[in-house]
């Protein structure tokens, strides 16, 4: 039987959509690194450098794990409903998906051919994903569930990041060539580098934005029919504290 507690699907209208672009995205951009071919490489290897194509498959497969598995993790109703089967994506999403895609993150960062702004956004990303995934765990296992809900919801962002920064790029570009002759002094190379310097800077930023403003919305008191809002405080003094009882 469901819980009571558990959130019907229709409640979290999101979880089908995300679900949707996350199996768009990762149908369109995984099969080609399953060969294990380079010449199908959306990105070109820096010459010489022949580690970096393995490197680019192992992360492109540990992050597919990652955003599979935290489609999983923020579905309110299979958290609420299947709480051995969140620990055990919640495991495979750290071990298996997050935090091995960001380590090797950091190598294919450092060796992009797209420009420095890249390059720092891609570095800065990486330590950001590993960083609020490990603070997330420690807050598991200290079972303080709460804070662990919102570090890993940052860290789902991150995961998810990749799909809004494709999406930005194309339209920054699309924006972005009509000034070519101006901005760009006919410069077509320096046109793109600044549009896909766009996207692995905003993407993340705009989903690690969002993800804690619905946290913080879902945490904010909600006023009853004819009843004051009491602040934060004062719900706190009305309840006995667990060294009182």
Known sequence: MTSSTAPRWWRRPWIVP??????IFLVFSVPPYLTFD??????????GND??????????LFGTVAMVTACFQVWPAFRAKYRRGHRITGRIYVFAGALPAG?????????????PSVRVA???????????????????????????????SRSFALAMSIVLSRVINIVATIA????IDTTF???????????????PWLGPLLLLVLADFVLDRRKAPKKRAGE???????RKQSHPTAASR
């Open 185 to 199: 002094g006919g410069s077509e190379v320096l046109m793109k580098y600044s549009a896909l310097g766009i996207g």
């Open 38 to 47: 380079p010449a199908r490489s959306r990105l070109e290897p820096p010459p």
């Open 228 to 234: 004051p809002l009491t602040s934060p405080g004062s």
């Open 51 to 60: 580690l970096y194509y393995p490197m680019l498959v192992a992360h492109v």
């Open 18 to 23: 995300l679900m949707l672009v996350a199996g």
């Open 122 to 152: 891609n570095l800065v990303g990486s330590v950001l994903w590993i960083a609020v995934t490990v603070i997330g765990l420690h807050m598991a296992r200290r079972r303080r569930f709460a804070d662990h809900r919102r570090w890993m």
């Open 103 to 115: 380590v090797v993150g950091l190598y294919i960062g450092w060796h992009t051919a797209v420009g």
């Open 176 to 179: 972005l060539t009509p000034q």
